[in-house]
Structures are given as C-alpha cells and as structure tokens.
C-alpha cells in the first residue's frame, strides 16, 4: 500500500516542537474554532486504562488569566531561589507576559493516581499524549506554545482561581498565542545511535 501522508511536514512538526516563550504576537486573538479543533485531534491520543479522562480548560478571561500568571510567577521565584540558579532570559519572557496570552489550556484529568508506579505510570499515559497530541497540533498552526508544570505546586490555589472541582487534577498548562517571527528549527540533541540499545543495555 502506497503510504498517502506527507511524511515530510509531519517529521517537520514532530521536529520542530519547541518551547515558544517568546516572539509570539500578543496582539492576534486564536481563535476559538482553532482550539476546538486542536483539541480534537488531542482526544484522538492513544488512551490506556483510564480511558477518556482528559478535560481540557481555556482560559481567556483577562483577570483570571493576571491571577494565574502571578501564581506562575510566584512558583518559578521560589523554584529557582531553592535551587540557586538564575532565571533564563526565555522562562522570564513567559513570566512577564503570561497574563498576555490570548489563551491558557489546562490540561487536566478526572481521578487520582493510585500510589504505585505501575498505576502512575498508567494513569500519566492516558492523558500526557493528548496534551503532546495537543502542542503538536498548535505547533502545525503557527501558534506557539510551551509544557508548563509549575502551577502543579500550587493545584489548590488554580483551582480556587478557576473553579476546577475536587477529583480532578491538573496536569500541564499550554499558554498558547501565534508566533511572531519564530524561527523554529530542529535542536542539537544525541542522535539515535547515541541512545539506543538493541536485545539488551548497552548493545549497540
């Protein structure tokens, strides 16, 4: 069978997913059609026992969104306050004008993970591939996005914020907008010779 899909511009998406956190262009709505349908192809992600849990929450109301965007702010000071690092140029970018984005996703899910691994991993794997599934997605549409996981240390308070009920929990959050003269561009990373083995660790 003739493979019909246009392999070059999917691995060029798969490739060129960056973290966008800034040139992105503040001033040009996305649109709700837009996310709607990203969101679909999002819930096409393959599931595994926890099944279709995914909820997906847009946030574009302005107070809401400054709410959300001091919490961000307030997380990442102490972050890297305790770890004694600076903040990069680019996470400070997205500190400042978070409350900026014409939209925040959150991406979240109904239940609880069990206490074990296998369950966590389990539970992580029915809802983290829509959210890549997700960016992807947003990537293909000129709209620029970055995986934030910051607010999680804060889940009570964003919740509070957005009324999300108990029961569901909040996984990664997608502040979304269309870029503005990005040049997004694969990375410098190990190739694949470099990080696989073959029948058994370490056989190349």
């Not at 001033?27 to 969101?39: A, G, K, N």
């Not at 574009?60 to 990069?88: H, N, P, W």
């Not at 500190?95 to 959150?106: K, S, T, V």
């Amino acid at each position: 069978m003739t493979n019909s899909l246009n392999t070059d511009d999917i691995d060029t998406v798969l490739s060129t997913a960056r973290s966008v956190r800034r040139k992105l262009d503040f001033e040009r709505p996305v649109e709700q059609q837009v996310i709607e349908d990203c969101i679909s192809i999002a819930t096409q992600a393959p599931v595994g026992m926890g099944g279709e849990n995914w909820r997906f929450l847009v946030v574009r109301d302005d107070d809401k969104k400054l709410q959300v965007a001091r919490v961000y702010q307030e997380v990442m000071l102490e972050l890297t306050a305790a770890r004694g690092i600076s903040i990069k140029s680019t996470h400070q970018a997205l500190m400042d004008r978070m409350h900026e984005m014409p939209a925040l996703i959150f991406v979240c899910v109904i239940g609880q993970p069990e206490p074990s691994h296998s369950s966590n991993v389990a539970f992580y794997g029915s809802i983290l591939p829509a959210a890549w599934s997700l960016m992807l997605a947003l990537r293909a549409r000129g709209i620029g996005t970055t995986w934030t996981s910051l607010l999680s240390a804060r889940e009570e308070e964003i919740a509070g914020i957005l009324d999300i009920p108990e029961g569901v929990l909040q996984t990664v959050m997608l502040p979304i907008a269309y870029t503005k003269d990005a040049r997004l561009k694969p990375a410098n990373r190990l190739t694949a010779v470099e990080v696989t083995f073959v029948d058994s660790w370490g056989s190349r």
